[in-house]
């Protein structure tokens, strides 16, 4: 089996970071004299093979991408195929199993799941798969059926809509793997049940990631006032009601976002506590502080304000201003809860940009918590990117009541 596979050689020495466990090959990293990148189809299996000839395991290429390949098996008589995939499937859903008493997860967590270029969502008895790369595109049938054989679900929606299908070279589409399913999709997540929209909701839609975060919210918002920016579908808003919160007013540029999120809060008995807003996330915290709005507590989730290395300048001063704008309508003894999904962004340079923030309107902060990705996100060890969500728990007071 593997001899019939095309190889793809390394230069000298680029096998190095492979062999430390890591799973791409960049495309500088090939010998294109010995194995030029067109010759290989996009999603194509191929032997990997150092310089010398070695071969150093089973990976799919993509001659359109920077990541030109990436790591199936160590094992070169393995290849990307149903027997493979229900290996990985099973490995990650025993994961799952042992953190959640519920099917509502990420089942299938790209990198850290063995599984480079797939995301897998669990809603229950539906399935929302999400092929990013060339060679999970083209083993789109067998994680299919890999998906059926161990987790049976009653539906599986295909949403190739992520952009990172534009970086492959691949094109964006939804739609239904066999029989089409509900509109909505139904989530428990700490004792609360949200419904999302199946086919337009934001990436797979729900962002479990954060699910721990969330669980730790109550003594943060116990009898206070908590403003939600980029509140989605109410799953921080919702829960620190649940967790104790006084009132919630949630924001969002996306009006049927807030519907939703309105929806789900009657449906919880919530509902006389929420006030939204819709519009941009920074126009209206500046219209807050213009109107003398004041809150106890506010939480900013906002998306990657990073998503090249390039964009890491602009990013960081993104998340300064975000966060100097919230501290303008926080109370001056309040909780600050906020958070970065931007891999290129690390916990420091996060801290780096609040301390500045703060620092700039006169306020002072107290870390009291820091948090990071569900265990429905396992993180690669070899692949920092993998490590890409962080939260912080502050505590903010005026300059003056600390040195």
């Not at 948090?371 to 505590?395: N, S």
């Amino acid at each position: 089996m593997a001899e019939t596979r095309p190889s793809l050689f390394l230069k000298r020495g680029e096998e190095r970071r492979l062999r430390a466990g890591h799973l791409w090959v960049f495309s500088n990293e090939v010998d294109t004299g010995r194995s030029p990148l067109r010759d290989f189809a996009p999603g194509e299996q191929v032997l990997l093979r150092d310089h010398g000839g070695q071969a150093i395991g089973a990976a799919t290429a993509n001659p359109h991408s920077l990541i030109c390949a990436r790591l199936v098996s160590r094992d070169p008589e393995r290849s990307l195929d149903e027997s493979l995939l229900v290996h990985r499937l099973n490995r990650a859903l025993a994961l799952r199993e042992q953190h959640f008493d519920t099917p509502h997860y990420r089942l299938v967590h790209g990198d850290g799941d063995g599984l480079s270029g797939l995301v897998i969502d669990r809603y229950g008895d539906v399935c929302v798969v999400q092929p990013n790369t060339a060679g999970m595109d083209h083993a789109l049938d067998a994680v299919t059926r890999a998906l059926e054989r161990v987790i049976a679900p009653a539906h599986i929606l295909i949403r190739a809509d992520s952009p990172l299908r534009e970086l492959e070279g691949l094109e964006q589409y939804t739609r239904w793997h066999g029989t089409p399913g509900p509109d909505t999709l139904t989530v428990e997540e700490n004792g609360l049940r949200f419904q999302v929209p199946a086919t337009t909701g934001q990436k797979t839609g729900w962002y479990f990631d954060h699910r721990a975060n969330r669980a730790r919210l109550a003594p943060y918002v116990q009898g206070l006032h908590v403003l939600d920016v980029f509140s989605y579908a109410g799953a921080w808003g919702l829960q620190a009601l649940r967790a104790g919160a006084a009132s919630v007013t949630a924001v969002d540029s996306s009006g049927a976002a807030l519907d939703t999120l309105q929806a789900n809060a009657d449906a919880n008995g919530l509902g006389d506590r929420v006030t939204t807003v819709e519009g941009d996330a920074f126009e209206v915290l500046q219209a807050l502080r213009q109107e003398r709005h004041r809150f106890d507590v506010v939480i900013l989730d906002p998306p990657a304000f990073v998503k090249r290395r390039k964009d890491i300048k602009a990013g960081l001063a993104g998340y300064r201003r975000l966060n100097q704008l919230a501290l303008q309508v926080l109370e001056k003894d309040g909780n600050l809860i906020t958070a970065s999904c931007s891999a290129h962004v690390d916990e420091r340079a996060l801290l780096d940009e609040v301390l500045g923030a703060a620092r700039h309107v006169d306020r002072t902060l107290q870390v009291v918590a820091r948090g990071g990705q569900a265990p429905d996100h396992p993180e690669h060890p070899a692949i920092p990117e993998t490590r890409y969500l962080k939260a912080l728990f502050t505590r903010v007071a005026p300059a003056w009541s600390t040195p």
